[in-house]
């Protein structure tokens, strides 16, 4: 491998994402915002941005996730790296208000 496809593999390029949170019913709205606050700031610190944000509320889950049958639904378009998707996820899993989350790259097809 030369080095110029070397440089370029470790090149993180923007790539569109959508992601989908689902947070417990009871979250006060300004722990929402900031939650939403919290993953544009972690896209933003690596050029990233949102293109959509739209809060679906409050929807019956599909199956019973741990005590919770409702959840409040946010979905979110973004341009974002993949390293910016790891670290996001992680935050996510460690939110307590969190109940599920999923980060899709539209870019693979």
Do not use: C
Request: overall charge neutral; proline content about 2%.
């Amino acid at each position: 491998m030369a080095a110029s496809e070397l440089l370029k593999s470790r090149v993180e390029n923007l790539r569109d994402y959508e992601l989908v949170v689902i947070l417990t019913t009871d979250t006060p709205k300004e722990k929402v915002e900031a939650i939403l606050e919290g993953i544009s700031k972690t896209i933003a610190e690596k050029e990233g941005s949102f293109t959509e944000v739209n809060h679906w509320g409050k929807r019956k889950l599909a199956y019973l996730i741990g005590r919770y049958v409702e959840g409040y639904y946010v979905f979110i378009k973004m341009k974002a790296k993949p390293s910016s998707i790891r670290k996001i996820s992680t935050d996510l899993r460690i939110s307590e208000q969190v109940i599920r989350h999923m980060a899709i790259n539209m870019d693979e097809e």
